[in-house]
């Protein structure tokens, strides 16, 4: 019961480090399963790094005649004498480069969704710029036509109109 309790504490520890308390609990065991499987491929990796090329051949003969999980710990455990602190600090090396990963790519997603922002930002500037220099080409026209009718006060509103419109432009 300690154990399974321990092992409870681990995996919502991963799930924290990870900063992915809030996942529903179906995505969390099935991020849960891919984790153990890549953790138990480096793990195997490690053992497999450790053992002579006849332990290999010794370990894949009682693999595949049905040893007990008992009986292959026993085995591993006799010819590494340090497996335990092997496999654990295998494991934490599993955690640290997990964790380092997710933190650059959750990087990578804030750059690009600045990116995104200062895009927008920049596209409503100039959206804005845009429409300020059509204000000041339609500006320009009536200015025109108030000098074609000889109409001076109107002329001296849309001057003052415009250079509004040029102060906001800069």
Known sequence: MADQNQATDQTQDIFKLLGLELLPTEEKIKLLQKLEVA???QVINLILEQLSD?????LDALLKGG???EDILVFLRE????LDDLVK???DIF???????VQSIRKEIQDIQDNIAQSAEDAKQSTGKQTLREELKQIEREIQEALKKGDFDA?????????EVKARLL
């Open 79 to 82: 010819r590494i004498s340090n």
């Open 95 to 101: 955690k640290s480069e997990l964790v380092k990963e």
């Open 39 to 41: 953790a138990r491929e």
């Open 155 to 163: 002329m001296q509103k849309l001057m003052a109109r415009s250079k």
């Open 67 to 69: 040893a007990k999980e």
């Open 54 to 58: 006849k332990d290999c051949r010794d």
């Open 89 to 91: 600090q295998r494991i």
